[in-house]
């Protein structure tokens, strides 16, 4: 049975720490994948009702630019069927061979709209963007098999500092099984693998109250545990972004583009839900968010976690306390 969507009325919560180090409210960009409409229908009825410039970058893949709530790209997300994204891989694949093998692939490649970076007091601008994909007949993980289909957020991370990128990955490992409760995500997005948690190992050993390391060290801790970007936290791109040279010495070859921000992406996009919003995945994040701003909380909770003894589904009633306190 599919998930019932909540209505877009709730209010979208506000980090702590809502400023960078620059003094500006800081970013978030939003991922949705979907199918139904192709890149090109899509982008067309965004700027129809959004406004703004058409670009096509090829066959499958458009951006809108200056539209009322910013630019933003359309494409299908494959990135063999994008041939000038694809300087960096393994052999070529022809213009006109890929434009034919992406007609084809519509129909099975999800498309991914993704936003340009928003102050995040302007996020609930976004939910317009729902509105018009389902006016378009987009479709999203509830309504197929085998559609597993992703909402992921991009939140800038509020300074750029050892002690912030280890309370937000502590944060974030020890709330994953309440988030994961809440969500509750589609079971084929499990079967099929994307947003895999992180090992348990790993996170036994983030959680210790001493665990403040500098960021060579985290970076090390992070790639030896997690030398992959399926973790429903990918911190890969932050860390490239802080130090790429380390980050490449592991992973060569992986589609890693660095930039200052968490990449989450654990919630389903249930694009055809009417009235689903992306609040309330949103307001989960700034759950980590606030956890991670208080670091007496965060050494508690870290304590309590390495002497609790019983199964995630446990432990997410007990951190619930801390979520909603």
Known sequence: MAQSALPTSIDFAMPPILHNEQ??????????????????????????????????EDPHAFALRGSSIGDMTVELDSRILHPAKRKKVQGRVL??????????????????????????????????????????????????????????????????DAATVAAF???????????????????????????????????????????????????????????????????LPLLHHLDAARVRAVLPNEKINGRPTFHYRLPDARVSDPGWSIAPDWNRWVAVERLAADRDRLDSVGAAYLSFEGEDKSWANVVEQVVLS
């Not at 007609?103 to 099975?108: D, H, I, K, V």
Request: aromatic content about 10%.
């Open 23 to 56: 003094g500006h409210v800081r970013t978030v960009g939003v991922e949705v994948e979907f199918v139904g409409p192709s890149a090109e229908r899509t982008v067309r009825a965004l700027q129809g009702a959004l406004g703004g410039e058409v670009l096509e």
């Open 95 to 160: 213009p006109r061979i890929a434009a034919w093998f992406g007609f084809a692939a519509s129909y099975l490649v999800p498309c991914e709209l993704v936003s340009a970076p928003v102050p995040i007091d302007r996020l609930r601008e976004l939910d317009r963007v729902l509105d018009i994909l389902r006016e378009t007949g987009a479709k999203g993980t509830q309504d197929g098999p085998f559609y597993a289909f992703g909402l992921h957020f991009n939140p800038e991370i509020p300074r750029q």
């Open 169 to 235: 990955m502590k944060s974030f490992a020890l709330l994953n099984p309440w988030l994961r409760r809440e969500v509750a995500p589609d079971p084929t997005r499990d079967l099929l693998g994307f947003a895999d948690p992180f090992p348990v190992e790993y996170i036994r050993r983030i959680a210790a109250p001493d665990y403040w390391p500098d960021i060579p060290r985290f970076i090390d801790d992070y790639l030896e545990a997690n030398p992959t970007r399926n973790r429903d936290l990918d911190l």
